[in-house]
């Protein structure tokens, strides 16, 4: 009885070590604890800062956090200063209204790199809205390129109409001036030889 009692325990004690097993690799990853601003923060007045805490300390040399606008834009910011498990970045302009994603990249003590991003808005009444790029004007070079070529294309399309007309003009020519000169052709030789034909008989008359 008591080698089937302690047998299960035995057993139960294994099944509760390959539980935990698993979890330990886990718990040595690093993770954001704390943000400001927050995730999903409305804020009313521009942060110069972002400030993230970490579970575990951090290494200076494999830490990274940077600020976009939403036009994807990063936002000039300082190097991340390191104080234990908390990384701070300083904000070098004025933040206009609009969505910002924070991005962040640590290394954990197992070596095990963590990275992540999170959202916040700032929607401060007295700062201008966000900029967004307008699209690119053509340049004076690609208008006048374009310019030329439909110029060109006039100038192909007047030609293209001016030339049948200028043909059948000449056909025209040609066709009225042929009959006129086989007509006056045939005149000649027909006097021709009614001349011959009298001299001739003239001359049977004479003898």
Do not use: C, K, W
């Not at 009444?125 to 310019?147: C, F, Q, R």
């Amino acid at each position: 009885m008591r080698t089937r009692t302690v047998s299960a325990l035995l057993a139960a004690l294994f099944t509760a070590a390959l539980l935990l097993v698993p979890a330990t690799p886990a718990a040595a990853h690093n993770s954001l604890q704390e943000a400001t601003p927050a995730r999903d923060a409305r804020l009313t007045s521009a942060p110069t800062q972002v400030t993230l805490r970490f579970m575990q300390r951090l290494n200076p040399a494999f830490t990274t956090i940077t600020l976009r606008d939403s036009t994807d834009r990063q936002v000039p910011a300082s190097a991340p200063a390191v104080d234990g498990a908390t990384g701070t970045v300083t904000i070098e302009e004025p933040l206009a209204n609009g969505t910002y994603t924070v991005a962040y990249r640590v290394v954990s003590r197992d070596g095990h790199p963590v990275q992540g991003s999170y959202r916040f808005t700032v929607a401060d009444p007295a700062a201008p809205p966000a900029a967004v790029p307008s699209p690119a004007a053509p340049s004076p070079a690609a208008s006048a390129d374009v310019s030329a070529g439909a110029s060109a294309s006039a100038g192909a399309a007047a030609g293209a109409d001016a030339s049948p007309a200028s043909a059948d003009a000449s056909a025209g020519a040609d066709d009225d001036g042929l009959p006129v000169g086989l007509l006056a052709g045939a005149a000649v030789a027909a006097v021709a030889v009614a001349g011959v034909a009298a001299l001739l008989l003239r001359r049977r008359r004479s003898s």
